[in-house]
């Protein structure tokens, strides 16, 4: 049964980049698209982008200038990294993976909390 | 880009009740609607995609209806763990990925 997991700091200064990183267990990263999406607190879910490990990425236009999704077979993990952060990006951060079958995110990380402040 | 738009913003009920929440498009995402449980301190969960497709392991008094622009998730009898809230996301050609602001179902 494929698990995901999400590790990084948990408090970032502003103008600094955020690093996080999604290990995949239980089944192989090469085999799905993977996507990261974030909720800050008390609000609603946002996407912030999707990768499929031979390159093919895409993400949310309103993020897509801070935004690189990147990842390592060998770890069988993926990591995002959000540039330029603000207050406006303290958030829950997941990861999921995408069922283009069912055009939903049919697993989720139980996802990380990662707060912007001086 | 596709807007999502969930109603009511609140629902209040018992349990044992009917719920009944809607999720309305800015325009038609056909059947690409997928609804979402989540819990406090939890992650979300998927519970119907394909507007009308159970997820695995997905109890049967959850079900999902439309197509187009309009939507709905129905809980044909609220059990305690049901309250929670609900989001609605869509999948279209871009941005590919879209959620609803969610609808809070709490215990009157």
């Known amino acids: 049964q494929v698990q995901l997991q999400e590790s990084g700091p948990g408090l970032v200064k502003p103008s600094e980049t955020l690093s996080l990183t999604c290990i995949v267990s239980?089944?192989?990263?090469?085999?799905?698209?993977w996507s990261w999406i974030r909720q800050p607190p008390g609000k609603g879910l946002e996407w912030i982008g999707y990768f499929y490990y031979i390159g093919n990425t895409n993400y949310n236009p309103s993020l897509k200038s801070r935004v690189s999704i990147s990842v390592d077979t060998s770890k069988n993990q993926f990591s995002l990294k959000l540039s330029s952060v603000t207050v406006e990006d303290t958030a829950i951060y997941y990861c999921a993976r995408i069922n283009w079958g069912h055009d939903a995110f049919d697993i989720w990380g139980q996802g990380t909390m990662v707060t912007v402040s001086s | 880009e596709i807007v999502l738009t969930q109603s009511p913003a609140t629902l209040s009920l018992s349990p044992g009740e009917r719920a009944t929440l809607s999720c309305r498009a800015s325009q038609s995402v056909n059947s690409s609607l997928a609804w979402y449980q989540q819990k406090p301190g939890q992650a979300p969960r998927l519970l119907i995609y394909g507007a009308s497709n159970r997820a695995t392991d997905i109890p049967a008094r959850f079900s999902g209806s439309g197509s187009g622009t309009d939507f709905t998730l129905t809980i044909s009898s609220l059990e305690p763990e049901d309250f929670a809230v609900y989001y609605c996301q869509q999948r279209s050609k871009w941005p590919p990925f879209t959620f609803g602001p969610g609808t809070t179902v709490d215990i009157k």
């Open positions: 239980g089944g192989s990263i090469n085999s799905s698209y």
